[in-house]
């Protein structure tokens, strides 16, 4: 059964640009590692809520973007072994990929897929 990995974070509008960069050789690695697909997505249609809501969620400022993002794993086996060389890679160490979001709102989780259509 395959498995995934989830992201939400808020990210400044004038690092939009930056994030892609980041977030691509991020997901390079990620495939390097094992992972079949990642998908980046910059909100465009999220509303705010007034008890739960993506913005709410990641704190979101008027000048930030919600993006939600995706890596799809063969099986949770695969990605458990690939988190622990991901988390190891120098390319993904701050000094070398610095994270152009405030890392301490990032949602995050790791989730089986129950359906599939």
Excluded: C
């Excluded at 949602?107 to 089986?112: E, M, R």
């Amino acid at each position: 059964m395959s498995y995934i990995d989830a992201f939400t974070v808020a990210v400044p509008n004038e690092n939009k640009d930056l994030y892609i960069e980041h977030a691509k050789l991020a997901g390079e690695i990620f495939k390097e590692y094992g992972a079949i697909k990642v998908l980046e997505a910059w909100g465009d249609d999220v509303p705010d809520g007034e008890l739960t809501s993506f913005p709410l969620a990641v704190k979101a400022e008027k000048n930030e973007t919600v993006v939600f993002s995706i890596a799809f794993w063969p099986s949770k086996e695969v990605r458990d072994t690939a988190w622990q060389k991901v988390m190891e890679d120098p390319r993904m160490q701050e000094s070398e990929n610095p994270m152009p979001f405030d890392g301490k709102r990032l949602i995050y989780g790791g989730f089986a897929p129950i359906l599939e259509l």
